[in-house]
């Protein structure tokens, strides 16, 4: 699977070097600000049972636009964002029944997020209205994350839960903290555009980012040989321009 997306994202980004030989030139230089809402989990091995961990995402944009090959404009956009990532635990039995804390007398509930400072790099390609109207992108690109903090969200005594009547017995990640503090790995989105004159641009995307490393040490000795992130991102962008070329 990892590997997979590499190459998807080598094949995207191929293009953007051709075309810069052969496109008709561009100088559009666009900042701005971002913000989203993130949909997360990670993917444990051995398996952990969970629903989406739910956050929010924002910060700053900057985009070039190189080129125009054809009918399709090319740029680079990077971002520098601050994410809330992490996993929410879906405590049932095996009749997929809520399960009962009997010291609480309440239904159990594990939350964990992660902040992370990410900064993707993503070759951009649209088509459609280059300045005034709408477009449509697609975009990809490598990811990096730096470790901020992180947060437990519970409702029970760690020592008092539950574990006879849980489907799923793994809960060794509930009192672990995250142990590698660099994430990486490769996002994507598509989107659309709407370009106003002496406005702005207005962009709404869905992107997925999938993580290539993983957040607790993942040797033979260790507990998990996998947990790396998974986010499913809504995000709105607006962007002003710094330079624009004539056309």
């Given amino acids: 699977m990892r590997s997979r997306l590499v190459t998807i994202y080598i094949m995207m ?12 030139y561009r100088n559009g230089l666009a900042i701005g600000f971002n913000g989203g809402y993130v949909l997360s989990n990670i993917g444990f091995n051995p398996n952990v049972s969970q629903t989406f961990h739910n956050g929010m995402s924002g910060g700053l944009t900057i ?3 190189s080129e125009k090959y054809f009918k399709t404009i090319c740029s680079i956009q990077g971002e520098i964002n601050f994410t809330q990532a ?3 635990e879906n405590i049932v039995d095996v009749n997929k029944n809520k ?3 009997p010291i609480t007398g309440q239904n159990e509930a594990y939350q964990r997020t992660i ?7 993503f070759a951009h390609l649209a088509w459609g209205r280059e300045q005034k109207g709408v477009n449509f992108f697609v975009q990809a690109g490598p ?4 470790y901020l903090n992180e947060s437990t969200s519970t409702n029970f005594n760690l020592e008092q839960r539950n574990t006879e009547d849980r489907a799923n ?3 060794a990640q509930d009192t672990m903290a995250v142990e590698k503090k660099i994430d990486y790995g490769i996002a994507a989105g598509l989107g659309l555009e709407y370009s106003i004159p002496k406005v702005g641009h207005f962009m709404l995307e869905g992107r997925y980012y999938y993580g290539l490393g993983d957040i607790f040490r993942n040797t033979k000795r260790d507990y998990f040989g996998k947990s790396n992130i998974g986010n499913i991102i809504i995000k709105l962008t607006y962007l002003f321009d710094i330079t624009k070329t004539k056309i």
């Fill in 99 to 101: 399960v009962i804390n």
């Fill in 63 to 65: 985009r070039y636009v």
């Fill in 13 to 24: 980004c191929s293009p953007l070097a051709l075309m810069a030989q052969i496109g008709d």
């Fill in 115 to 121: 902040n992370y400072l990410q900064i993707p790099i």
């Fill in 143 to 146: 990811q990096v994350g730096l």
């Fill in 169 to 171: 017995n793994i809960v």
């Fill in 86 to 88: 992490g996993w929410k």
